[in-house]
Nanobody, 119 residues
Framework: QVHLVESGGGLVQAGGSLRLSCAAS????????MGWYRRAPGKQRDLVAT???????NYADSAKGRFTISRDNAKSTVDLQMNTLKPEDTAVYYC?????????????WGQGTQVTVSS
């Protein structure tokens, strides 16, 4: 079993910054993709950013230039540095890890952390 625990959410004014952290534990294949997704009120859960074990990154257009994803493979952690936050960034942010063992895909989610950006 895999467990993901997020931290770092909170309330911030527009233009401010927050750093989200996620710690993974359990049986995780070393070749994996970790990432952050978010669900705004009344909307579906959307990609924010992902990062592979090798450091390759992918960002949603809304995150490019403002957010930076990073990871520490030795500690099985992934962080999301969010700068120049906007009210539309308000959402529950979820940590995610995906990997394959053979042909079987494994996909795990954290419990989510609330980020609220006030105008």
């Amino acid at each position: 079993q895999v467990h993901l625990v997020e931290s770092g959410g909170g309330l911030v004014q527009a233009g401010g910054s927050l750093r989200l952290s996620c710690a993974a534990s359990g049986s995780i294949f070393s070749d994996n993709v970790m990432g952050w997704y978010r669900r705004a009120p009344g909307k579906q859960r959307d990609l924010v950013a992902t990062i592979t074990s090798g450091g390759g990154t992918n960002y949603a257009d809304s995150a490019k230039g403002r957010f930076t994803i990073s990871r520490d493979n030795a500690k099985s952690t992934v962080d999301l540095q969010m700068n120049t936050l906007k009210p539309e960034d308000t959402a529950v942010y979820y940590c995610n890890v995906q990997f394959y063992r053979g042909n079987v895909k494994y996909n795990y989610w954290g419990q989510g952390t609330q980020v609220t950006v006030s105008s």
